[in-house]
């Protein structure tokens, strides 16, 4: 019997898994759209490292922090520290946050920095950051003791040069968001 139907089920199967994608898809566009997770808690990704990290926290109701100047959406570079203990050597990491991957269980388990900088602050020093050769670096969750997070907006200002080229030249300007 089932045989006889085989084509129309298939089809079945196929519209019911498309039109619930599909369904799927409109209703996470029109909650991250109007910011519909923000609000209400039960709408959140269970991930609590993806709002912080992309400063979507500070829009929550629970949120102390208020930008007078600026919004989220004015956010282009997530800048951190982290105080890492390696092999009992406490080390600050500073540079700009590229990336994270989580673990299995959603606790947060990698972060990838660019730009990176590191200060030995278990031992007398001079104070000053050494840069790390390379192109990204990778700190492990476990290591770390506290993060720090500054949210960074890039201005852009053209300035007409009078050369014999009349190049345009873009100055960029970092501006730590308020």
């Known amino acids: 019997m089932i045989e006889k139907y085989k084509t129309e089920i298939i089809l079945l199967n196929l519209l019911i898994n498309t039109v619930s994608f599909l369904l799927g898809f409109c209703v996470k566009s029109l909650v ?19 709002y912080l990290i992309t400063s979507k926290f500070i829009d929550f109701p629970s949120s102390s922090i208020k930008l007078y100047q600026n919004t989220v959406k004015d956010v282009d570079i997530t800048y951190m520290d982290a105080l890492v ?8 990491y500073t540079g700009i946050l590229v990336d994270y991957n989580l673990g299995k269980d959603g606790t947060l388990d990698l972060l990838l920095i660019k730009d990176a900088q590191r200060k030995n602050i278990s031992e007398e020093n001079d104070g000053q950051y050494k840069d790390i050769d390379g192109h990204i670096i990778a700190l492990k969750y476990c290591d770390l ?34």
Do not use: A, H, M, P
């Open 32 to 50: 991250i759209k109007y910011k519909l997770d923000i609000r209400y808690s039960f709408l959140r990704y269970k991930n609590y490292w993806y």
């Open 85 to 92: 203990s390696i092999n009992g050597t406490t080390y600050i």
């Open 145 to 178: 003791i506290n993060i720090n997070f500054s949210f960074i907006q890039v201005v852009y200002n053209e300035e007409i040069l009078e050369s014999s080229r009349s190049e345009t030249e873009q100055t960029i300007r970092f501006k730590l968001i308020e």
